[in-house]
Nanobody
């Protein structure tokens, strides 16, 4: 059983930056694919990015390419999402999740954090 705890959300102006963290415990973090998803009010959970266990491969949703960077530090059992050039439409609850196999589908992920709110003002 893996426990995940996100942090780092908050209120930021458009064009600003935030770095989210995802602290993992209870499992072998480096053996899991880690992903970030987000969910805005009234919308389905949306894939943001994932990173392989070793960190050598990443994949982003098209709208996040060039603005967001996913990373991980396995020695610290922590994953990150650096978000730059934030837009009001990035406002959502951001979740980290882990799985043994990579996927863009939220339904494929076994373990989830509770989420952290990101609000971008115009």
């Amino acid at each position: 059983q893996v426990q995940l705890v996100e942090s780092g959300g908050g209120l930021v102006q458009a064009g600003g930056s935030l770095r989210l963290s995802c602290a993992a415990s209870g499992g072998s973090f480096s053996s899991y694919i880690m992903a970030w998803f987000r969910q805005a009010p009234g919308k389905e959970r949306e894939f943001v990015a994932f990173i392989t266990g070793s960190g050598d491969t990443t994949l982003y949703a098209d709208s996040m390419k060039g603005r967001f960077t996913i990373a991980r530090d396995n020695a610290k059992n922590t994953g990150y999402l650096q978000m730059n050039s934030l837009r009001p439409e990035d406002t959502a609850v951001y979740f980290c999740a882990v799985n043994r196999r990579y996927s863009r589908l939220a339904s494929r992920y076994d373990y989830w954090g509770q989420g952290t709110q990101v609000t971008v003002s115009s």
